[in-house]
């Protein structure tokens, strides 16, 4: 089969990084793939085997903001036609969408249209009367009668926010590769085993490290509080200034971004998210595949398909009283983690999942 992946870019980011996953698994099961980045962007390594073109926009017309969408549709099909047929399109991330949605050359019924995250959430959460309503309109614009992947049955849910009816909707969670991840948390951690709590994430305002800093501090949990991950000065800062006031400033450590966060999350007595929403909640599967307890709050998403079973337990209500109480449970009284349960995220199913679209169309 013949696959084509188009993405905005490749900077560091979560649906970045399973698109790269899929694109690995695709390659091993014998396909030819080809990316197609819309910027000059690219912050991970690529598969072997992988062909990789970037389709970059240089105009500098004064009126190149207006015809944007239209003008970068034209390259992509003039790449598309460069190409040979492809079988299977899978577009992701919103600006990317709404230039595939343009294109003439890509056939409607190969395209499916990849949803990463609530567009409820990244999209209306701000907005109210005319502004939510055109938000809406142009939304819909984009999906409306069109193939779409969602990466969670909450993620699905979401668009009936916007009165959405997709040609097919499918449901597919995001794709691990299993054996890379505990190779990669084989490496050397600079702290002991169980000596610490940890947060792997952007200091972004939707992740809410303010709540988990004050759940922190209520939970009276006496290891350390370990933050992966990096935002502006200010928002550093700012955190800086929770943990102080907190009286917990020396207890929480910022230690930045780490390209392999995962010996981190292996050496981890207990892995915490805290966000407002979360499309999956890659870190929750990738902390439980390498056997450390997990907390996340109960938001709109994916965090309550991953957390089931013995493992509902780990998950807390949109408050930090709630976040500090069930943090204190989960690390007084660990769960189970059954791997064997685990092994359908994995990237071979999940990529079989993915070709098995190419037969619908």
């Keep these: 089969m013949n696959i084509l992946i188009v993405i905005d870019g490749l900077p560091g980011g979560g649906a970045e990084k ?33 062909t990789y073109r970037v389709i970059s926009d240089k105009s500098r017309t004064p009126w190149r903001k207006i015809t944007e969408l239209s003008r970068r549709a034209r390259l992509l099909d003039q790449a598309v036609q460069a190409s040979e047929e492809f079988d299977l399109v899978l577009s992701n991330l ?4 709404r230039i595939v949605a343009r294109s003439k050359c890509l056939p409607r019924h190969k395209v499916w249209f990849c949803l990463h995250g609530m567009f409820s959430t990244s999209y209306l959460g701000h907005r109210t009367g005319l502004s939510r309503w055109m938000k809406k309109l142009k939304i819909k614009s984009v999906y409306q009668n069109r193939n779409i992947v969602t990466v969670s049955q909450a993620v699905a849910d979401d668009l009936s926010h916007f009165e959405l009816r997709p040609s097919q909707l499918r449901v597919i969670y995001n794709p691990f590769d299993i054996d890379a991840i505990r190779q990669a948390a084989a490496q050397e951690c600079e702290f002991p085993p169980d000596s610490y709590l940890i947060h792997v994430g952007r200091f972004h305002e939707s992740k809410r490290h303010d709540r988990l800093i004050q759940a ?13 991950g990096q935002g502006s000065e200010a928002q550093t800062e700012k955190l800086k200034k929770i943990a102080q006031d907190l009286g917990v400033k020396d207890k929480v450590l910022f230690l930045g971004f780490r390209p392999n ?14 966000s407002d929403s979360e499309g999956f909640g890659n870190v929750l599967v990738e902390a439980l595949l390498l056997a450390t307890p997990v907390v996340s709050t109960r938001c ?12 509902a337990r780990g998950l807390a209500q949109l408050n930090s009283h709630d ?17 064997k349960s685990l092994s359908g995220f994995g990237i071979k199913p999940i990529c079989e999942q993915y070709c098995s679209l190419a037969k619908n169309a």
């Design 323 to 339: 976040l500090a109480k069930v943090m204190a449970d989960i690390y007084q009284h660990p769960p189970q983690i059954n791997q």
């Design 261 to 274: 966060p995962y010996p981190f999350i292996r050496n981890a007595a207990m892995l915490v998210l805290s």
């Design 216 to 228: 922190y501090a209520e939970s009276h949990i006496e290891l350390p509080l370990v933050l992966l």
């Design 94 to 97: 919103h600006k990317t969408d």
């Design 300 to 311: 709109p998403g994916g965090p309550a398909e991953i957390l089931k079973g013995e493992l």
């Design 18 to 50: 399973v698109v790269l996953t899929l694109a690995e698994g695709f390659l091993r099961a014998g396909h030819r793939v080809s990316l197609f980045s819309l910027r000059d962007v690219c912050e991970y390594p690529l598969p072997e085997g992988l």
